[in-house]
Structures are given as C-alpha cells and as structure tokens.
C-alpha cells in the first residue's frame, strides 16, 4: 500500500513538474531531462511511469477534460431552463480561471501540438465534437419547450462551442483587459436573447 501511495505520489510530481515546464517553455522546448530535474526523479524513474512526453502532454489533457465535462455535466441537470442552464455553464469560465492557474498557457500548446500531431489532434477533436453535440442536445431542448425559437441547433452549437473557446483564448491572451467570467455570462445572455422565441403580442 505504502510502495503504491509512493507510486502515485511520484506519478503526479511528473505531472506537476511538466504542466510547469510547458506552461513555461512550451511543449516542445521541454525535454523529459527538464521534467524530471523539475520532479526530482531519473529518467527511469520517468520511463516507468510514462512511456514518453507526448504520453504526459495526453493526460494533462485528459485531466483537463475530466473537469471541464465535470461542471459541464453539474449545470445541465434538466432541473432548470435552458436558458438558466447555458448562463450557469458561464460560470465554468471563471472556474477554468481559479482552478488552471498556469495551466491555461498549456491550452495554446494543445492547439499548437494539435495542428501537426494526428495523435494529439484526435485526443482533443473527439471532446470537441461531444461538446458540439451537447450543445446541440441543448438547442434542441430549449426548441422542444418552447424557450428557443426554431434555429439549425448545429449552427447554434458552432456558435457557443466558438464564444466559449474564443473568450477562454482571448482572457489568456490579455488576462487583465476584462472580468472574462462577467463577459463570458453577458455574451451568453445576449446570444439567448437572438434564440430566444419571440413573446406573442397580446
């Protein structure tokens, strides 16, 4: 049990140590020697736990995902509107801010890594297009009550999935040009104010 905990306790002092480094470096300015004079352990105590860098890089990412479909999965719980749902996933923004912390340079990296590595591609493609049918599960939600006017729910899907990525891209970009939490759930409640199905005149 002792030998097990020391396993797992070795194994997320490499994750730590690389989130570091390629917050830092960059993903392929970091090479295994820097993660593990960063986790204070031999390359074959790396090798042991992780077959490569990229093997690293992939469940950073995943555990990434796990908390993004965690809070995504806590707002959509079909006890509220629609609408109430989609400005209550806004709130995962701030979140994604408070809990990254440094981790959030690392999502340029992922695009960056994605764009010529078919394995990283495919990794980070797959949730992309979950997110894309959620979303459009949700649109179509909203259609089926009666809160959303009749719209493509693909395209309405392209277009949270797109508001969403863009304000989390620009907030790591210039951080401290605006309250990204505050943005992300008034650009929501004005993209709901375009679906939304018009009131019928008394």
């Known amino acids: 049990m002792a030998t097990q905990s020391r396993g797992e ?29 960063r986790a204070g352990v031999t390359k074959g105590g790396f090798y042991h736990h992780f077959p490569s860098k990229q093997s ?5 990412l995943a555990r990434w995902l796990e908390r993004i479909d965690t809070q995504l999965m806590a707002a959509h719980t079909g006890e509220h509107t629609v609408r109430e749902e989609l400005i209550a996933m806004t709130a995962m923004v701030d979140h994604i801010f408070q ?41 179509q939600a909203g259609m089926n009550d009666g809160s959303l006017r009749p719209v493509d729910p693909e395209l309405a899907s392209d277009l949270l999935m797109s508001f969403a990525v863009g304000v989390l891209a620009v ?32």
């Open 9 to 37: 306790e070795t194994h997320n002092r490499i994750l730590d140590a690389a989130l570091e480094a390629f917050a830092q470096e960059g993903y392929d300015d970091t090479s295994v020697a820097e993660i593990c004079r």
């Open 56 to 60: 690293v890089f992939l469940e950073l």
């Open 99 to 139: 809990e990254a912390g440094n981790q959030l340079p690392v999502f340029l990296e992922v695009l960056i890594e994605a764009r010529h590595n078919p394995v990283v591609w495919q990794v980070i493609v797959d949730p992309f297009r979950k997110y894309r049918a959620f979303f459009g599960h949700v649109v």
């Open 171 to 202: 907030g790591l970009l210039d951080p401290q040009a605006a309250a990204w939490g505050q943005v992300a759930q008034k650009g929501m409640i004005m993209l709901l104010e375009g679906l939304q199905k018009p009131k019928e005149s008394e």
